[in-house]
C-alpha cells in the first residue's frame, strides 16, 4: 500500500469528497491562499475556488456560527479550528446550537458540520495552543468526537464525518502531522464507535488515544522483550465510544492501563475507567492504572514540556505496576 502522511491523508480526504458532493465547503483562518497552517487544505482553493475555500476572519464564534446556519439550510461545512484552544470564544455555537439544534427540532433538522482542530503539546506552543481538551466535548450530547491515530485512520475517519448529517469534533494531534503509513487511493469510510486493536496481547490492555497509541506501542515493544504481552486498542472515536472491545479486551488481560495526553482530572481516561469498573470490575486482577499530564498548564520551557508530555518510560512503570 502507498504510503502517506497523516496531513496529506486528510488532505485526499477534503479533496475527494469535495469532488464528490458541491455541497461540501472549507472555511478557516488560512485554509485557503496559505493552505493552513500545518497544510492539511494546501491545493484547495485552486481546485475548488473561492466560493468552497474561505479565508475567514480571526473570530471562532463566527466560523462556527456560520456553519450552524448553514449546515440547517443544506450546506455541508467542514470548518477549521486552528488549535483547539480557541473553542472558548465559540462553545455557544457549538454546544447550545450545533449540538441541540436536531433535538431542539423533533429531529427534523439536519446539521451536518465538521469541525477540525488541533490538540496537543510538544512544539513550544505554550499554555494557550497545546492543549487536549477532548473531555470536555464527550460531556455533550449532540457531538460526536473523533481522534484518529494514524494516517489510514485520519483519512477514512474524516471521510466518515463529512458524511455524517450530526455535527461532528475532529481532533487531529499536530504531532502526527509528518507521520507516514498506509493509506488506500480510494475513498473509503470507518464506522464511528468501533475502536482498533493495534496491537494484540495477553498480560494487559492499553487503551490510548491519538498520539499516545505510539507510545504506547513503542512501550508495548519493550515490554515483550521482558515477557510481558500487553495489547493496545485505539478507540479512534471517543464519542460513539467502543465500550465493548475495551470490555472484551480486558476480559482476555485483566489488567487496564489508559494512557491520554490530556490532563488526568476528569479526563477521557476516566470515563474509561469507570465504565470498566462499572461493567468488568470483577475480571480485573489489579487495580487500573492512568498515566496522564499533571494538572497544570502547558509549560513553554521545552524542559518542563517534555516533563508534562506522558513518555513511553511512564507507561512501562504504570504496566509493571498493574503486573505486579
Known amino acids: 500500500m502507498r504510503k502517506l502522511t497523516y496531513a496529506a491523508a486528510l488532505n485526499e480526504a477534503l479533496k475527494q469528497e469535495m469532488r464528490r458532493d458541491p455541497a461540501i465547503y472549507v472555511a478557516g483562518e488560512d485554509v485557503a491562499k496559505y493552505g493552513g497552517i500545518f497544510g492539511v487544505t494546501a491545493g484547495l482553493l485552486e481546485e475548488f475556488g473561492e466560493k468552497r475555500v474561505k479565508d475567514t476572519p480571526i473570530t471562532e464564534s463566527a466560523i462556527i456560527g456560520s456553519a450552524v446556519g448553514a ?42 458540520i465538521v469541525v477540525r482542530t488541533t490538540c496537543g503539546a510538544g512544539m513550544g506552543a505554550a499554555a494557550q495552543h497545546s492543549q487536549s481538551l477532548e473531555a470536555w466535548f464527550m460531556h455533550i450530547p449532540g457531538l460526536k468526537v473523533v481522534m484518529p491515530s494514524t494516517p489510514y485512520d485520519a483519512k477514512g475517519l474524516l471521510v466518515t464525518a463529512i458524511r455524517e448529517d450530526n455535527p461532528v469534533f475532529f481532533i487531529e494531534n499536530k504531532m502526527l502531522y509528518g507521520l507516514e503509513g498506509g493509506v488506500p487511493e480510494e475513498p473509503y469510510t470507518i464506522p464511528f464507535g468501533q475502536a482498533d486493536v493495534k496491537r494484540e496481547g495477553s498480560d494487559v490492555t492499553i487503551v490510548a488515544t491519538a498520539a499516545m497509541v505510539h507510545k504506547a506501542l513503542a512501550a508495548a515493544a519493550e515490554l515483550a522483550k521482558e515477557g510481558i504481552s500487553a495489547e493496545v486498542l485505539d478507540p479512534r472515536t471517543l464519542t460513539p465510544l467502543d465500550e465493548e472491545s475495551i470490555i472484551n479486551s480486558v476480559k482476555k488481560t485483566h489488567r487496564l492501563v489508559i494512557v491520554q495526553e490530556a490532563v488526568k482530572r476528569a479526563g477521557a481516561g476516566a470515563e474509561i475507567a469507570a465504565v470498566v469498573a462499572e461493567r468488568a470490575l470483577e475480571q480485573l486482577d489489579a487495580p487500573i492504572a492512568r498515566v496522564a499530564a499533571p494538572f497544570t498548564p502547558v509549560p513553554f520551557s521545552p524542559a518542563l514540556e517534555k516533563a508534562f508530555i506522558p513518555t513511553e518510560e511512564r507507561i512501562i512503570a504504570a504496566v509493571k505496576e498493574v503486573v505486579g
Open 71 to 112: 449546515a440547517a439550510t443544506g450546506l455541508r461545512p467542514v470548518v477549521e479550528l486552528m488549535f483547539i484552544d480557541f473553542i472558548g470564544v465559540a462553545l455557544d455555537q457549538l454546544f447550545n446550537q450545533a449540538a441541540k439544534m436536531k433535538y431542539m427540532f423533533g429531529g427534523k433538522a439536519k446539521l451536518p
